[in-house]
């Protein structure tokens, strides 16, 4: 069963949280996190992204940038700004966008239960990817940013969540890129505690990375000296308040002219050449973009009842990246590349015209249920199968070990 854990939270006083709140480090590279930061000291980049703070082509894997990254911790945690909470807590953190909400609860998960899967992961992890978070974790002693957990609520979780939004909340503020986020800290700690504890399973939804180097950081540190870091900070989202966005993807380079590729496409999918909408509406579609021009593709029918088979990033593997492309380990090769439905169709279109890539896939999002259902089969998805939005923002509370 779950172990939900309350912690003693870092967090911004009220009037600096929208100053300090920044976007997750892994949605941004170094040039974006820098004019975000600019002219913002206090922002929560400045521990997330240091090497923002170091000369312009610093290596964002040199020893320099983790050493900065403990520093601005610890300028952090010591400013005027923040706080750090007297009693271990647990909150409540609602996001708005477009209109649509997902609320959630703030706190620790167990790196016991990552490493005894009642933590069930969907996606390989990349081990560069895991030593630079890991690096980070053991140098700060903190674990500066949440992952996204999610659950199926069979222990009535939601009815405590209801109870806490109707107090006081800490924050309340919407951010630039237009999204609401709202915390409350809950009185009744123990409440959750005991509700966690009926929970069979958590799933992994954003955050993978960080769930490895939070399990391979408590291998690294004298747990004695750091028992909190047997726990690393979660949001745990009921499965029905979790959406999912397309994972679009583009190919730098094709074998052969794009006519010649759409016809080898046809001979292995139905294929509906020169649309208007560049959206696929259902699953089991893709639409490509060649030469200026949106085709819409019907995949070929899964290989099997696995319902990874039947994702349609795996029957998109299987039709067209495998036989056309030679795309076999979508994690390392170079020749394709992944965009997150957030940025839109418009984005793949540039990265066509511009020439930097030949081929722009639109993807059908992958659904909150197949996630699951892959995770309990045992199986793992293809990479940069799921964008799940809003993102969670960074810098509201902050776990230290």
Known sequence: MADLHPFRAVRPLPDAVEEIASVPYDVIDTTEARALAEGKPKSFLHVIRPEIDLPEGTDEHADAVYAQGAANLQDHVASDYTVQEETPSVYVYRQVMDGRSQVGVFACAAVADYDAEVILKHELTRPAKEDDRTRHIVEQQAHAEPVMLTFRDTAGIMDLIETVQATEPLYDFTAADDVQHTVWRAANTE??????????????????????????????????????????????????????????????????????????????????????????????????????????????????????????????????????????????????????????????????????????????????????????????????????EPKLRSGLLVHLF
């Open 191 to 388: 409440a959750f505690v005991d509700a966690f504890a009926d929970i069979p399973q958590l799933y992994i939804a954003d955050g993978h990375h960080r769930c490895k180097a939070a399990s391979r950081a408590a291998q690294a540190v004298d747990l004695s000296e750091h028992p909190e870091a047997r726990f690393f900070p979660a949001v745990f989202f009921p499965m029905d308040q979790m959406h999912i966005m397309a994972y679009n993807r583009v190919v730098h380079q094709l074998p052969t002219d794009a006519a010649a590729f759409l016809e080898q496409v046809e001979a292995r999918a139905a294929v509906e050449r020169a649309v208007d909408d560049p959206v696929p509406s259902e699953k089991g579609t893709v639409c490509l973009y060649l030469d200026g021009t949106w085709h819409r593709v019907a995949l070929p029918e899964p290989a099997s009842d696995r319902t990874v088979d039947a994702l349609d990033v795996s029957r998109l593997s299987a039709a067209i990246l495998e036989p056309l492309l030679d795309i076999t380990d979508p994690r390392r090769d170079q020749n394709i590349d992944f965009v997150g439905g957030i940025r839109g169709t418009a984005a793949l279109e540039q990265r066509v015209d511009s020439g930097d890539a030949a081929l722009a896939i639109s993807m059908y999002p992958t659904s909150i249920e197949e996630l699951l259902a892959v995770s309990d089969e045992g199986d793992l998805m293809p990479p940069k199968s799921t964008w799940f």
